[in-house]
């Protein structure tokens, strides 16, 4: 099931891509795995997934036993972080897509770590505007560049959760324009249900959950 979920999203990504007129290859595809056992990475990783995104440092930091000997994998924080889990996150993961303070960046950087950062970028109702000022991504961007273990690529970003892919289109294109202005090429956008139009405007990365694994699991009610 699992593989032809995943040659699905390959297709598409393909699709997408060639419609592009892009290379299929520049796009990666990050299985997203929250709420789903270990197992279930294990099988993703022998169908040839080597990116996998993951909410919760604490979730992700009980499967991580089972998940040691994946040689190449990479897993990539796409949740928020908190200040007081930096240390944890940075044992854990290879990236982290959510950063959106130099507080957050520095606290990293003492780790000593080497690390893929991404800048998340909330986009308010109106696109025009960034929950993360302009402002504010010069001080992120130069906290990274003091640190010579931290390399900060990109955006990213969740627009607000509509069945219309188009609406998400907008935010897409906002994140390429950031991406444009501030040199930083890698642009994480576009989920199972608006991953074309995410690559239509750019995204390097796609993040992907349902069209990979079907709906996630829910905690058992408790009677
Ligand atoms: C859950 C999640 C995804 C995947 O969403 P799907 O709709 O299941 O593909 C992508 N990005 C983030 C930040 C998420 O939290």
Redesign the pocket.
Known sequence: MLRERLDEVRERIAQAAIQAGRKPDDITLIA?T?KFPAAVMIQAYELGLRFF?E?YVQEFEAKFSELAALAGAQFHL??HLQSNKTKKAAELFQGIQTVDTPKLVRRLAETGAKLELMIEIKLSEEHTKSGVSADEISRIIDAAQESSTLSLTGFMT?PPWSDDAELSRPYFARLRSLSEKHGLPKLSMG???DLEVAIQEGATHV?????LFGPRPKPSATQ
């Open positions: 997203v929250k995104g909410n796409i949740g969740m989920m199972s249900h993040r992907v959950g349902t069209a």
